[in-house]
């Protein structure tokens, strides 16, 4: 157990399933990643702190964080 | 130059003071009938298939570094054929008996050695899977022995076998599986393919494609531009990088994963053991060092070194399995990027761009798959169709459902 956890790129959006392309977009958005080499901005889950997720941007070359926020805007402390 | 125990003694005489470099370090040509980016394992066994067995000898293999630099030199070196699914074992059994016959195919000396792989179990589920996978891998043609804890203890009696928690009730053993020399590999693909008549072209990093027509004919690089009608990429953890240069995006994440290993002690572990409480596994190396490894760090990265949470999660694994290595130090430790795919299973295809092929997500595994991927891309290259043991590895069955998910844990490549 460590004190965060990795989700992966922040830019996750659910597609809407109504659309004509829901289909080709749930493939894009399940599956394909940009996957940067360099800045990425992505989600961890501070869970044995203050349980909250984080939206964290690090460089994927040197895992130097270059900063963090909540990931839920209206989360503040 | 051929190899035998003949020259070997030949040059004994002579102090060794004959020996020529086992390959040639080429210059970029301007053109060629194929280009393969990157000098790995699968980059350098493509080569070699695409002169061996279709004739393709026009051909230059192109690496940023210097070959071998990447993950083929990186690696734990176990290779095995144990998977379940039907899509895989086919394909990881094609490797292990090319394997069987490498050295004697590119005329080097891999230490290929086959001193068995066994997985341990420590719990009744656990060994009821292995059951089920031990006869998946037997309906395939390959080797395997569902072994009882007495069976186990023959082979590796020093294990904390009756550990309160994760007491061992099994293994699945693959005698046939074992480890080979990585640089060796290496080098042997390098050997062969160039004694055939291919460049390998080091110090020489591709930059972008070269396009006609919407199809690629060639490629940029940092030693000018190269033109081919075909271009295969074998690029591992960079495959989301040349993707992105021929303007593409891959179903892969590019992920650290960490190896160790300690001073040399005497012979002591005679197979390769994979722990199943934890994430640990082991060998022994012939120079008497213990090679050990777990998990991926678990997050994205390009940066060929993890991090301590890690190192610390791997050795509690390794001493909740194997307490007697507490007291032995550790000599080295490394990083390679891996191109971990969303079902952890590879993709050997055509890519959305004419002309450009794709072999890719290898995830952690790829070492083992060296021969058989090489053998299949050379194929798929030379003929336009896969090869008839990797027909599963598409890159559109992510968008059709058919994919191949070893784990069933879903497109999350960090837990794969
Ligand atoms: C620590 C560790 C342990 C592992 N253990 C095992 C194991 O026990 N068993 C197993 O089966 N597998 C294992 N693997 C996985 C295995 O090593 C890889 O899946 C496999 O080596 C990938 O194929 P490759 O050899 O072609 O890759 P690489 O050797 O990484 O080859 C890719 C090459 O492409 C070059 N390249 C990249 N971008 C460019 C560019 N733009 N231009 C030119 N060249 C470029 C790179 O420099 C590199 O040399 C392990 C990996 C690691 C890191
Ligand atoms: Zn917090």
Known sequence: MHEFTYLGDAAYRRPDPQAPDALEAFVEAVHTRVNPAGIHEELWYHGSG??????????????????ASFANPETTR | MRYSGFSVFMQALNRHKGWKPTWRDAAPKPSYDVIIIGGGGHGLATAHYLAKVHGITNVAVIEKGWIGSGNAGRNTTIIRSNY???????????????????????????????????????????????ARRGNSMRLHGADAELLDPEGVRKLVPFLNFDDARFPIKGGLFQPRGGTARHDAVV??????????????????????????????????????????????????????????????????????LQAFVSEAIKPMIPTVVTYGAGHFYISQSDKGGLVFGGDIDGYNSYAQRGNLPTVEDVCEGGMSLMPAIGRVRLLRSWGGIMDMSMDGSPIIDHSPVDGLYVN???????????????????HLIA??????????????????????????????????
Not at chain 2, 205 to 218: A, H, I, K, Y
Not at chain 2, 361 to 369: E, I, L, T, V
């Open chain 1, 50 to 67: 203050c349980r909250s997720w984080l939206k964290v941007r690090r460089d994927t070359r040197t895992h130097e964080i270059h900063g």
């Open chain 2, 84 to 130: 379940l699914l039907p899509g895989n074992e086919a394909f990881y059994e094609l490797s292990m008996k090319l394997w069987e016959g490498l050295e004697q195919d590119v005329n080097y000396n891999a230490m290929v050695s086959q001193r068995g792989v066994l997985n341990l179990c420590h719990t009744d589920a656990q060994r009821d899977a292995f």
């Open chain 2, 360 to 378: 890719s997500g290898w995830c952690y595994g790829g070492f083992k798959a060296t021969p058989a991927s090489g053998f299949c891309f050379a």
């Open chain 2, 187 to 256: 080098w042997g693909y390098a050997h062969a393919a160039s004694e055939r008549g291919v460049d390998i072209v080091q110090n020489c990093e591709v930059t972008g494609f070269l396009r006609e027509g919407g199809r690629v004919v060639g490629i940029e690089t940092s030693r000018g531009t190269i033109r081919a009608n075909k271009i295969g990429m074998a690029v591992a953890g960079n495959s989301g990088r040349v993707a992105e240069m021929a303007g593409f995006r891959l179903p892969i994440e590019s992920h650290v």
């Open chain 2, 383 to 416: 003929t336009g169709r896969m090869h008839e043991t990797a027909t599963a590895y598409r890159l559109d069955r992510f968008a059709t459902g058919h994919v191949i998910d070893e784990k069933g844990v879903g497109a999350r490549p960090n837990l794969h």
